[in-house]
């Protein structure tokens, strides 16, 4: 039983240390946003309409190397104002996108 409330432990003082470093509210505005991007990474194949939202997602996303840094680390990155854009943009772009999946385009091969 010590085992396991050792390991318990730690991994509670390993997220009360994470708290105490960062604001909360930030680390969920990040969470957000590399959910966003890598929800947006699947959806890359369907074809959206144009749109301030889905040009913000595009333009973000383009940038993100998913093979050098996981979309956490990228979202870290960002200057607080791409980071303010993206999260203004996804309830647009997820509405736009989900819209393309529900209804494929028909001229597509």
Do not use: K
């Not at 318990?8 to 240390?17: D, F, N, P, V, Y």
């Not at 708290?19 to 680390?27: G, I, K, T």
């Amino acid at each position: 039983m010590t085992i396991s409330y050792n390991a318990a432990a730690q991994g509670l003082e390993r997220i009360l240390s994470e708290l105490a470093d960062s604001c909360p509210m930030e680390r969920a505005r990040l969470d957000a946003a590399a959910r966003i991007l890598t929800v947006a990474r699947r959806a890359a194949g369907f074809h959206l309409p144009a749109s301030d939202a889905t040009r913000a997602v595009a333009e973000i996303l383009r940038h993100w190397d998913p093979q050098a840094v996981t979309a956490l680390e990228y979202v870290e990155t960002l200057p607080e104002a791409a980071l303010d854009r993206l999260l203004r943009a996804a309830p647009a772009w997820a509405a736009a996108a989900r819209r393309a999946i529900a209804t494929p385009d028909r001229h597509a091969a």
